[in-house]
C-alpha cells in the first residue's frame, strides 16, 4: 500500500473554526497514525473571501496546537506549490480543464448573468435554492467559441455531467452514496477570472499530491458525486473519503460566530489551554474504545481510528470544555500553571503577597484562568459582608458562635508568631479540641471573617498564611466588631 498522505486545506478566510482545527487534526491523526505525511495546502482561489491575516492565523493555530505539517508552502516536499494561486500562475489548472474539453467531458460557457438568473431554479432536499445550468453552451459550434474566445467574451468553462444514470461513492463515515446525475448540475471547472473553483481545483491538488485520504466538513458531501465525475473522466483513482459530522451549538444549531466559542482563538481568549482545546476537539466525532477522554496528542495518535468516527451531530458542549480544562490545569507543573495564571493574579493583586501562594490555591478550583480574578478579589480588599454569612446550619454557627469563637480566637491569634498554614491550623485544631467543638464550628467563622466570602480558593489558614499576620487580625478585628453591632 502506498504512504498515507493527508492534507489540511484551508482557505484564509479569518480565524480558524473548530471546525476546521477537527478537520486538521483528524487529518493529522490519520496520517501519523501510519506513519504517513500530513500536509498544508492553501485554498485561496476565492479571491473575494480572502482576509489579511488570515494566513498567519493559520500557522500560528498548527504550531500552537502541535499539528505540523510534514510539507506545505514553508516546507516543500516536492509537490509545490502548496498555494493555490501560485499552482494557478503556472496555468496548471487551464491546462487540465482544457483535457476535459479535448474529451467531451467539459466545455466552454459564454452566457451572461442575465441568462443564467433567467434560468429555471429548483429547491434541493436540504431547501437551498439552485439553479440548474441548461447545456446551453454545449451546442456551441468549435467555430462559435473560437471566435467568442478570439473576441475575448468572458466565459467559465463547466463540467459536462451526463443526465442519464446514476454516481455512486463510497465515504468511510456515510458509506456509499448514490445520486442520480439528472440532479447534478453542470458546476463551473474554472470561473471568468481564471481562477479554478474549489470544486475543481481541490481534485486536482489531492490528485497530483497524492492524497490518500480526505477528511472535510461533511458539507462537502452532496458535492463529492461530482468530484467522483471528474476522477472518472480523468481515469484517476478516487481518495478515501472521509467527511466529519457536523458541529453544532447546545441548541443543536450548526456551531457558529453567533455562539461566541466557534473557533480557536476565541477559546485561547476566553482562557482555554491549547491542549484541552485539541482533546476537546477530538471527541467531537470520534468515540475513544474505553471510557478515557483525556488524551495527549501523542496518545491521540497512538489509538486514533477514523473507522470509530459517528456521522451523528457533534454537540460541541462548552461545559464539558471547561470541565476538561479545568483537568488540564490540575495536571499541569506547578511553574507552568504560575506562569500562565500570573497575568490574571495581578489583575486583582497589587498588594505585596506571595502570588506563588495564590497560584496554588487556584490551581485545582479554577476551570479557565480568567476565573481568576473573580476568586481571589478578596485577597486585595475584604469585601463588604453581611454578618448573615456566619450562619451555617451544617457548622452549626450562627451571629453569637462565630461572635464567641473569634473573640476567643483573637490573643491567640495575636501572640501567634508563625503564620505559614501548617501552624496556624495546628493552633486552631488545638483550640478546637480544648474547647470539643466540631472543626467547621471554629473554621467557617474564621474563613469568613478574614474572606467576607462564602466560598473561597482554600480554607481559612491557607487564607491568613497569605494576608500575613497584621492583614488578618485586622480582619478578624472587623468582623468583631460586625458581629457586636
Ligand atoms: N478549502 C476548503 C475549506 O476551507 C477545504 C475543504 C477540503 O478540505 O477539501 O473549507
Redesign the pocket.
Known amino acids: 500500500m502506498s504512504k498515507v498522505r493527508t492534507r489540511f ?3 484564509p478566510t479569518g480565524r480558524m473554526h473548530v471546525g ?1 482545527l477537527r ?1 486538521a487534526l483528524y487529518a493529522y491523526l490519520i496520517a501519523k497514525h501510519e506513519g504517513g505525511d500530513f500536509m498544508l495546502r492553501i ?1 485561496d482561489t476565492d479571491q473575494e473571501r480572502f482576509m489579511d491575516g488570515a494566513l498567519e492565523i493559520i500557522y500560528r493555530t498548527l504550531e500552537k496546537t502541535g499539528l505540523i505539517h510534514d510539507e506545505g508552502p514553508d516546507k516543500d516536499g516536492g509537490y509545490g506549490p502548496y498555494v493555490q494561486s501560485e499552482r494557478n500562475e503556472s496555468g496548471l489548472y487551464l491546462k487540465y480543464a482544457k483535457q476535459l474539453i479535448e474529451q467531451g467531458d467539459a466545455y466552454y460557457c459564454f452566457c451572461d448573468k442575465e441568462r443564467l438568473d433567467s434560468l429555471k431554479s429548483t429547491v434541493s432536499e436540504s431547501g437551498t435554492e439552485i439553479r440548474v445550468y441548461d447545456k446551453h453552451c454545449l451546442s456551441l459550434s468549435k467555430e462559435e467559441v473560437e471566435a467568442n474566445l478570439a473576441e475575448g467574451k468572458p466565459y467559465v468553462i463547466r463540467i459536462n455531467m451526463p443526465t442519464e444514470g446514476t454516481t455512486t461513492f463510497h465515504d468511510e463515515i456515510y458509506g456509499d452514496i448514490t445520486v442520480n446525475n439528472a440532479e447534478l448540475d453542470d458546476m463551473i471547472l474554472i470561473k471568468s477570472d481564471g481562477y479554478p473553483t ?1 470544486n475543481f481545483a ?1 481534485v486536482i491538488d489531492d490528485h497530483l499530491m497524492n492524497i490518500t485520504h ?1 477528511v ?2 461533511n458539507e ?1 458531501l452532496s458535492s463529492a458525486p461530482k468530484y467522483n465525475r471528474l476522477y472518472e473522466a480523468f481515469g484517476w483513482e478516487p481518495p478515501v473519503y472521509v467527511h466529519c459530522p457536523l458541529i453544532t451549538d447546545e441548541n443543536h444549531k450548526k456551531l457558529s460566530k453567533r455562539c461566541g466559542h466557534s473557533s480557536y482563538e476565541d477559546l485561547i481568549e476566553q482562557g482555554f489551554i491549547s491542549e484541552a482545546v485539541v482533546n476537546y476537539v477530538a471527541l467531537l466525532g470520534w468515540c475513544p474504545q474505553d471510557n478515557q477522554e483525556i488524551f495527549s496528542l501523542e496518545e491521540l495518535v497512538k489509538v486514533f481510528d477514523f473507522h470509530h468516527m459517528s456521522k451523528s451531530p457533534a454537540v460541541f458542549d462548552i461545559q464539558k470544555l471547561k470541565w476538561m480544562n479545568s483537568e488540564y490545569m490540575k495536571a499541569m507543573e506547578f511553574d507552568t500553571f504560575y506562569e500562565m495564571a500570573l497575568p490574571y493574579i495581578q489583575e486583582a493583586i497589587t498588594k505585596d503577597y506571595d502570588l506563588k501562594k495564590i497560584a496554588a490555591l487556584v490551581k485545582t478550583r479554577i476551570e479557565v484562568f480568567p476565573d481568576i480574578p473573580g476568586q481571589i478579589d478578596f485577597f486585595e480588599t475584604l469585601p463588604e459582608y453581611d454578618p448573615s454569612m456566619y450562619v451555617h446550619k451544617k457548622m452549626k454557627t450562627n451571629e453569637e458562635t462565630s461572635l464567641e469563637v473569634l473573640k476567643d480566637l483573637l490573643p491567640i491569634l495575636e501572640k501567634q508568631e508563625d503564620y505559614s498554614n501548617d501552624a496556624l491550623f495546628a493552633t486552631l485544631k488545638e483550640y478546637v479540641s480544648e474547647k470539643g467543638y466540631k472543626n467547621g464550628y471554629v473554621m467557617w467563622p474564621v474563613r469568613t471573617a478574614v474572606s467576607g466570602k462564602q466560598n473561597t480558593p482554600g480554607g481559612a489558614t491557607e487564607i491568613m498564611e497569605v494576608l500575613g499576620k497584621e492583614e488578618s487580625l485586622d480582619r478578624i478585628r472587623k468582623g468583631i466588631a460586625l458581629l457586636e453591632k
Do not use: F, I, K
Open positions: 486545506a484551508p482557505s476546521n478537520t485554498e474549489y481541490n480526505v472535510r466538513g462537502y
